[in-house]
């Protein structure tokens, strides 16, 4: 069985401002991916970037980095130069192998971004 | 990129009546879907794994009798709600793994289900 621990319920963040959302999981499998995405209040959900487990570097997407540390097994999310439209739930999952299978989510991170 | 399309967006019925919610594919095609549903303020948790040309597997304590699943095609998934009840109001998404080249999944925009 795979867990996703999300420990900050709500995050506060200076507009233009470096944020780290956190996130660790557990799992007993030797492959697994590792993804983030955005809820905005509108619902749909955004996919920002993928981490996979063999992976050696940092994935990074545009301001979006994920800071992963395999002995620890934390996958934590890096958002740099905060802007206003970043405000929206965030959420870290996980999958055994590869995107197509299914996902587990993390309880989420309520992120706003102030001026 | 890939897109996934759900409709309706939004429904509104009557306790004990039946809502067929629609998942689409539109530029890729999908030999699997998943449907997730989320609570207010909660998390999306998987309800089943939709399969074309085969049956659904459904997660532990969801009621496949309930929440019928057809994946009628390789673009399309339906999940339907059979005589809901206020209970089962929530926001059911679906999402569908995108295989070119890139391991994610790509999620419908969401339906947000009332049932009065």
């Known amino acids: 069985a795979q867990k996703i621990t999300q420990t900050q319920p709500g995050m506060f963040v200076q507009e233009k401002e470096a944020v780290t959302l956190d996130c660790t999981y557990d799992?007993?499998?030797?492959?697994?991916?590792l993804f983030w995405y955005k809820q905005p209040s509108s619902g749909e959900m955004i996919f920002l970037i993928y981490q996979g487990s063999y992976d050696e570097q940092n994935a990074t997407e545009g301001r979006y980095s994920l800071n992963f540390q395999k002995a620890r097994k934390s996958a934590n999310l890096v958002i740099s130069a905060s802007q206003l439209g970043d405000s929206a739930m965030y959420f870290c999952?996980?999958?055994?192998?590869?995107?197509?299978?299914?996902?587990?989510f993390g309880t989420g991170t309520q992120l706003k971004v102030e001026l | 990129g890939a897109v996934v399309s759900q409709h309706p967006s939004r429904v509104i019925c009557k306790s004990g009546t039946s809502v067929k919610i629609e998942c689409r594919s539109l530029d890729f095609q999908a030999t699997t879907m998943f449907w997730y549903r989320q609570f207010p303020k909660q998390s999306l948790m998987l309800m089943a794994t939709s399969n074309e040309g085969s049956k659904a597997t459904y997660e532990q304590g969801v009621e496949k009798d309930k929440f019928l699943i057809n994946h009628a095609s390789l673009t399309l998934s339906t999940l339907t709600v059979t005589s809901a009840h206020p209970e089962d109001s929530s926001f059911y998404i679906c999402?569908?793994?995108?295989?070119?080249?890139?391991?994610?999944?790509?999620f419908g925009p969401g339906t947000r289900l009332t049932v009065l």
């Open positions: 999952a996980m999958s055994p192998w590869r995107g197509g299978n299914k996902l587990t």
């Open positions: 999402s569908a793994p995108w295989t070119g080249g890139l391991d994610t999944q790509y």
């Open positions: 799992t007993s499998d030797q492959s697994y991916g």
